[in-house]
């Protein structure tokens, strides 16, 4: 039996739910299809909200071939083959095929680059679908000959009409007595996810004997969720949840965890990109300048794996989150910026000193910018005192070291220039 999310994909425009802002009427979308001409575009937005599901609607719609192919499986001679399938199904005056690829971030640069002429030429329309900001992850070169339409999460609204509608229409839940007392629990654990939302409301009806009523509350939710973990997890679902994890047990120094988090996102098909890039997070946020060289670390990581791919890149990752966890923590930097932040939003633009101004004009020298400033290399030890600060603020601090070696020494360094001038003595 195929799973609820596909058996309710829907398969006309009128059927789909959210991204009004798109496919409304007289929405971008929407007049594209009216009208036949359909530009390429990508579709960028967070897992479960109908990317893949309104490309096959725009191509039912059209009435045109449509090819899909998948970055995580796909080669160079896959896309190839696929595009000269596309060119012999072209028809003259019709719309061109539509070549929709899924996770297009995943894509390397010679993948990418294989598409150009298929799409210049006009072989096929493409479509792509992506988690990730396309500015980062696709080629200038491809993305200038894009569209690229944002798709939101589905708001309660939506998802209350999805769930309604799975068990008025659904083939087996619209044979059963099933009422909806709560949707708090259900649409929380979905997170705006449309896929998730269908496994949640599958797994609760899952033990329902046939004319049995059953009444869906928040606390039925949570228990049959909590209860099959597991199983509603499989396919990485616990997307956020699980990298939440392993970055609490980097910061809480456990390598142990952090391990164990990491290989629950790798098993569940996670990006490598997506894992890299919150390591380097962590190494800034939690590590920080207790030890400078976890963030060096981190990088060089996120450069490695990506170069590497899985499953080889898998050890890099693991080498990278224990070094984090291992590594002595210091949250300073991330509260001082927080703080820096919080005052440039109380007190508004607070003039540069004059001293440290720059001078680069006649009138700006007339103006006394610059004087008075003190080139520090000037002085013995490359250091001597002076406001850099705004008037209005001067003294305040931002940064302040913690307890532990490397910040000790830090402290240390400061007390010695600073002599008592924000707290460091």
């Known amino acids: 039996m195929k799973p609820l999310a596909e058996r309710m994909r829907p398969r006309q425009l009128e059927d789909y739910v959210g991204q009004d802002h798109l496919v409304a009427p007289?929405?971008?979308?929407?007049?594209?299809?009216?009208?036949?001409?359909?530009?390429?575009?990508?579709?960028?937005?967070?897992?479960?909200?109908?990317?893949?599901?309104?490309?096959?609607?725009?191509?039912?719609?059209?009435?045109?071939?449509?090819?899909?192919?998948?970055?995580i499986n796909s080669g160079v001679k896959d896309i190839r083959e696929t595009i000269e399938k596309a060119r012999r199904t072209q028809f003259f005056d019709q719309p061109n095929p539509v070549l929709f690829i899924d996770e297009i971030h995943r894509f390397s640069k010679s993948q990418q680059d294989s598409l150009l002429g298929a799409v210049e030429k006009g072989i096929v329309t493409l479509i792509?679908?992506?988690?990730?900001?396309p500015s980062f992850e696709v080629n200038a070169a491809l993305l200038s000959r894009a569209q690229v339409y944002v798709l939101k999460e589905l708001d309660a609204e939506a998802l209350k009409t999805m769930v309604d509608k799975a068990l008025k229409e659904d083939e087996y839940l619209s044979k059963q007595a099933i009422e909806v007392k709560d949707y708090e629990a259900i649409l929380h654990l979905c997170g705006g996810d449309g896929r998730r939302l269908y496994n949640i409301l599958e797994l609760v009806c899952s033990e329902v004997e046939p004319g049995e009523q059953l009444i869906i509350d928040n606390d039925l939710v949570r228990q049959r969720v909590q209860e099959n973990m597991t199983r509603f997890d499989k396919g990485g679902e616990q997307h956020y949840d699980i990298a939440s994890a392993l970055i609490k047990s980097i910061r809480g120094s456990d390598p142990n965890a952090a391990v164990y988090w990491l290989a629950r996102l790798i098993e569940g098909g996670e990006d490598v990109k997506f894992i890299a890039r919150r390591l380097i997070i962590s190494a800034s946020e939690d590590i920080g300048l207790a030890n400078p060289n976890a963030l060096l670390m981190a990088t060089t990581a996120f450069q490695a794996a990506q170069a590497v791919g899985f499953p080889e890149s898998r050890i890099i990752l693991s080498q990278a989150a224990v070094y984090l966890a291992t590594s002595p923590k210091s949250n300073a930097s991330y509260l001082a910026i927080n703080q820096a932040q919080k005052t440039v939003k109380e007190t508004g633009t607070l003039g540069v000193p004059l001293p440290i101004r720059n001078a680069p004009t006649r009138l700006m020298k007339d103006l006394d910018y610059g004087v008075g400033y003190k080139y520090s290399h000037d002085f013995p030890g490359?250091?001597?005192?002076?406001?850099?600060?705004?008037?209005?603020?001067?003294?305040?601090?931002?940064?302040?070291?913690?307890?532990?070696?490397?910040?000790?020494?830090?402290?240390?360094?400061?007390?010695?220039?600073?002599?008592?001038k924000y707290g460091y003595k």
């Open 26 to 71: 007289g929405a971008v979308l929407e007049r594209a299809i009216r009208s036949g001409r359909l530009p390429s575009f990508i579709l960028w937005g967070p897992p479960g909200v109908g990317k893949t599901t309104l490309a096959k609607i725009i191509a039912n719609e059209l009435d045109i071939p449509f090819y899909t192919l998948s970055a």
């Open 128 to 133: 792509g679908a992506t988690t990730e900001n």
């Open 382 to 420: 490359n250091f001597v005192e002076q406001e850099f600060l705004p008037e209005e603020i001067k003294g305040k601090v931002f940064y302040k070291p913690q307890n532990n070696p490397a910040e000790r020494k830090i402290w240390q360094q400061l007390a010695a220039w600073w002599k008592g």
